[in-house]
């Protein structure tokens, strides 16, 4: 039999994910193949520090999205919303480490994306995960601001998953570029 | 249940015709819709009109080059013309194309009132519109408005370190970057609906193994869109920070690659092939069961090629670079992937050949056009095989050869299967019969014009005619055939002009269809011509793979035998 027509929401996530995956794995591999291949420096040992408190910050965040679609599920709003702006607390922890790292590398380090392939290459794909954390954080902020105004129920639930998917995706990215840019290549 | 017919809801009347309506509020309507027939139609006269203004820029070229020594055109111009000329008839005409039969014919093949996302898909259908005006728009902004005329000059595939910003100045590369990245972001929009669609909204009793095979070659379709058109738009991302923020993906200066770019297009490059000809594959495999009154033969073995091919196409894509010099592995293993393709490709043939063997044909112009779609697709496969062999690539890579087969394929065989699935669905769409004696006048002309053309482009090809020039010293051996290839384009242009000038004049004087004209067997025909708002009253229930053949033959159902 065919999917439920409920599940759509889902199956389409699913191929909005499959798209995205594909443009980030070109990032990737265009990353790897320049690793080590710049022609001046600086190089990724000089001046990359593993970021793991905000990256602990970001995959925390999927567990407390977690529990928010759990409790929306079993109709506890006001549950839902706090997890829903710890959510956002620790997306906007991640993204201002982001920001002050590559303020450290411009400004104290001389990187910039036209320095070196290096630049080019990390800021391009750093630079990528963090515009789909910014388009995830807009997304997150809207609903946490309609459920302030008592707009998202039970009922919604279902949407509340799928919207949250991609929220899932955009760390489990993460743990990607993460172990490629400061674990295998620096 | 187990000797009850198959429930289908009753008929019900056709709306009217919008010609009583205000202009502006029948606009309006068409503007706002979120419809999956309105905008297959939309993407479909859409394509249609770039088809037409990529066939103008191919006509112009083939004026320009049917003499020896020939100054119709600059050769700036004329690298600005086989630019857009490529571009346009992909992303603009071609994929637009299959995404309005894809639209307009899914849902209602499987039953469904609607695609999954409605929205999504007008999304989706202005984003690709936008990214057509755009890249139209470099004409009179590729060098500010202030500029003379211009137009991207890179090539359809835009190798670097042409397109960096040293040797293309101006924003007219820019804008062929920004519109195929804002029509990348329909056409995936376009898939993921078309996925969901499939996955979620078919009908009671459509099983996978019993839709029909143009559902079937879709997904793949859809599947191929999604995993392609990222690498695509990755590429077109590195080349805009390249061309913008300083970067250096492409730049061999600062150790930059510019083979890495012809990897990361043709990953794209060579699955849109497949995005392109599986659509077509689908409508030869509805139209060809239908008048040879079989049932496709191998039903099961045609959705495991489907499913190879998409796979297969996914690692052949180095086949286009093998003149750019590469390992010997890498070499052997894109001739070997390229040649395994031809496997599921050669077991298509068959089986549409297996399905018209013993067929009572009935050859209406849809028919013909699916005939010489076999014919002209089976020639295109064997130059593709020769292509596919490194050595002789080497010899006759990026030379009129390999124009020659990739528009055999493209003209051959696409274009073919998209003509013949105008004749077949016309009637459904529009309520009227297209013109059979004027078809045949556009059939007969337009295969006469395309053998000319592309039958006697090999030639020069094989002589060392190299493509992308603007013109040839006389005394080649080129001549005549450059003449005979400019003269079949006459004969096409005309054969092109019949079919718009019919399905216009069958709009209105078109003899009336009725629901099923063809006696077909997949669902969109019990529905009425033009098919309601909500296509079917009730959500039909089905039992086998020709649904409408139970229904008209109570007494020898197809269920009884699955």
């Known amino acids: 039999m065919p999917l439920s027509a409920n599940l759509r929401g889902k199956v389409g996530m699913w191929c909005l994910i499959i798209a995205e995956s594909a443009i980030f794995s070109i990032f990737i591999v265009a990353y790897l193949y320049y690793a080590g291949k710049s022609l001046s420096g600086p190089t990724p040992a000089q001046v990359l520090d593993v970021p793991y408190f905000t990256s602990i910050c970001l995959f925390s965040s999927s567990l407390t999205i977690l529990l928010a679609e759990k409790a929306l599920h079993h109709g506890k709003v006001k549950r839902f919303g706090f997890f829903w702006f710890l959510t956002i607390a620790l997306g906007v922890i991640f993204l201002v480490g982001t920001g002050r790292e590559w303020y450290r590398l411009i400004y104290q380090d001389g990187l910039t994306i036209s320095t070196n392939l290096f630049g080019t290459t990390f800021y391009s794909l750093v630079g990528l995960h963090a515009f789909h954390v910014t388009v995830g954080l807009i997304g997150l902020t809207i609903i946490w601001l309609l459920t302030l105004f008592g707009a998202v129920k039970q009922e919604h639930s279902e949407r509340i998953s799928v919207f949250a998917m991609y929220w899932h995706f955009v760390d489990a990215i993460w743990v990607v570029v993460l172990s490629v840019v400061y674990f295998i290549t620096r | 249940m187990a000797d009850a017919q198959p429930i289908l809801p009753p008929l019900v009347i056709s709306p009217e015709r919008e010609s009583s309506r205000p202009l502006v509020q029948v606009l309006h309507d068409w503007i706002i819709t979120v419809d999956h027939k309105r905008l297959g139609l939309m993407y479909f006269s859409y394509g249609i009109l770039f088809l037409v203004i990529g066939g103008v820029e191919a006509s112009i070229m083939r004026a320009q080059l049917a003499v020896a020594n020939n100054h119709l055109v600059s050769p700036e111009v004329f690298n600005r013309l086989f630019t857009m000329h490529g571009t346009t008839m992909i992303f603009f005409a071609a994929m637009p194309i299959v995404f309005g039969f894809a639209n307009y014919l899914v849902p209602l093949m499987i039953g469904a009132r609607d695609m999954a996302f409605p929205r999504l898909n007008a999304w989706g259908f202005w984003m690709s519109a936008l990214g057509g ?430």
Not at chain 2, 304 to 311: P, R
Not at chain 2, 403 to 428: C, D, E, Q, R, S
Not at chain 2, 511 to 524: F, H, M, R, V
Request: charged share 10%.
């Open chain 2, 133 to 562: 005006i755009i890249l139209y728009f470099s004409f009179i902004g590729g060098f500010g408005l202030y500029g003379a005329g211009s137009a991207p000059d890179v090539g359809w595939f835009a190798y670097a370190p042409l397109t960096s910003p040293a040797f293309s100045v101006g924003h007219s590369t820019d804008y062929w970057i920004v519109g195929i990245l804002v029509s990348g972001f329909g056409s995936i929009a376009t898939a993921l609906n078309v996925m969901t669609t499939i996955l979620c909204l078919r009908c009671p009793g459509m099983k996978l193994n019993r839709m029909p095979l143009f559902v079937w070659m879709n997904t793949v379709m859809a599947a191929l869109v999604l995993v392609a058109i990222g690498p695509l738009t990755a590429a077109q991302l590195m080349l805009l920070i390249d061309r913008y923020l300083g970067g250096h993906f492409f730049d061999t200066q600062a150790g930059g690659s510019a083979v890495i770019w012809m990897h990361f297009f043709w990953i794209f490059g060579h699955p849109e092939v497949y995005i392109l000809v599986l659509p077509a594959f689908a409508i030869v495999s509805e139209v060809i069961p239908v008048f040879s009154r079989k049932p496709i033969f191998g039903y099961s073995i045609m959705v495991a090629a489907t499913v190879s091919i998409g796979f297969i196409s996914l690692g052949v894509w180095a086949h286009h670079m093998f003149t750019v010099g590469m390992t010997s592995y890498a070499n052997a293993f894109f001739v070997a992937s390229t040649a395994a393709i031809a496997v599921p490709t050669g077991i298509k043939i068959f089986n549409w050949v297996g399905t018209m063997w013993g067929g009572k044909i009935i050859y209406k112009v849809a028919m013909l056009f699916c005939v010489a779609f076999l014919c002209q697709f089976l020639i295109a496969g064997l130059t593709g095989i020769m292509l596919a062999s490194a050595p002789f690539d080497w010899q006759l890579g990026n030379s009129y050869f390999v124009v020659a087969h990739f528009h055999y394929v493209i003209l051959g065989g696409i274009v073919m299967a998209v003509f013949a699935g105008t004749y077949y669905w016309y009637p459904k769409v529009v309520g009227r019969m297209m013109n059979e004696t004027l078809g045949k006048w556009h059939f007969w002309l337009f295969v006469i014009g395309f053998h000319l053309t592309f039958d006697f482009m090999h030639v020069p090809g094989l002589l060392g005619m190299p493509r992308r020039i603007y013109t040839y010293e006389a005394s080649r051996g080129w001549e005549v055939w450059n003449l005979i290839v400019s003269i079949g384009v006459i004969f096409q242009a005309v054969g092109v002009l019949l079919w718009v000038a019919n399905v216009i004049w069958s709009y209105y004087k078109g003899e009336i269809a009725g629901n099923d004209p063809w006696d077909a067997w997949t669902l969109e025909w019990h529905t009425t011509s033009p098919p309601p708002e909500y296509n079917y009253a009730e959500i039909p229930v089905i039992r086998s793979r020709r649904p409408l053949w139970d229904l008209k033959h109570p007494e020898d159902p197809d269920w009884k035998y699955e």
